[in-house]
T-cell receptor, first 113, second 113 residues
Framework: GAGVSQSPSNKVTEKGKDVELRCDPI?????LYWYRQSLGQGLEFLIY????????KSGLPSDRFSAERTGGSVSTLTIQRTQQEDSAVYLC???????????FGPGTRLTVT | KNQVEQSPQSLIILEGKNCTLQ??????????LRWYKQDTGRGPVSLTI?????NTKSNGRYTATLDADTKQSSLHITASQLSDSASYIC????????????FGTGTRLQVTL
């Protein structure tokens, strides 16, 4: 079956612009996660959605970052007023239930110039 | 502070040789430890997941070990192949906190002819 998909695969934007990154999780997976992977760094947790519960936003680095998950499926990560330090690969993962194995998408490489 | 440290940072081996990657962690309370393989430009793919009571688990030519007392894990790759060239990431999950995975920075393995 189809895995986790993300779009776009690459995004180059100018400093100060807003960007939206999209994640389509595996159908039926209730848990969805966003991570950021900077060059030479481990994955950094950003936000976690589980069903209809309030999301865990504890990993969002600033109020410029926000995410939503519509209808319990597709999720969008929005970064407002992008900064150069936002340049990274943004990975989305989904799992059938919390604490189960996570399946990762291919990521979106964001470059802020 | 929860941390996962991996060594070596990078490794080059000849095709057909074996190698062992190390992971030390300070995550507490411990739920499980995962090894992921991440090809360049792709999302991580799960290799093994081990809980507290498991001290070894195999997946083909990959064998992971876990010593929960010393908080150490290793990933042994047997008879390496060119396709094993990738980053190998050790990830530790806290008990009861689905959103709190701590990722190591990975070991970059290159298998050459």
């Amino acid at each position: 079956g189809a895995g986790v998909s993300q779009s776009p695969s690459n995004k180059v934007t100018e400093k100060g612009k807003d960007v939206e990154l999209r994640c389509d999780p595996i159908s039926g997976h209730t848990a969805l996660y966003w991570y950021r992977q900077s060059l030479g760094q481990g994955l950094e947790f950003l936000i976690y959605f589980q069903g209809n519960s309030a999301p865990d936003k504890s990993g969002l680095p600033s109020d410029r970052f926000s995410a939503e998950r519509t209808g319990g499926s597709v999720s969008t990560l929005t970064i407002q007023r992008t900064q150069q330090e936002d340049s990274a690969v943004y990975l989305c993962a989904s799992s059938p239930q919390p604490l189960y194995e996570q399946y990762f998408g291919p990521g979106t490489r964001l470059t802020v110039t | 502070k929860n941390q996962v440290e991996q060594s070596p940072q990078s490794l080059i081996i000849l095709e057909g040789k074996n190698c062992t990657l190390q992971c030390n962690y300070t995550v507490s309370p411990f739920s499980n430890l995962r090894w992921y393989k991440q090809d360049t430009g792709r999302g991580p793919v799960s290799l093994t997941i081990m809980t507290f009571s498991e001290n070894t688990k195999s997946n083909g030519r990959y064998t992971a070990t876990l010593d929960a007392d010393t908080k150490q894990s290793s990933l042994h790759i047997t008879a390496s192949q060119l396709s094993d060239s990738a980053s190998y990431i050790c990830v530790v999950e806290n008990t009861g906190t689905a959103s709190k995975l701590t990722f190591g920075t990975g070991t970059r393995l290159q298998v050459t002819l």
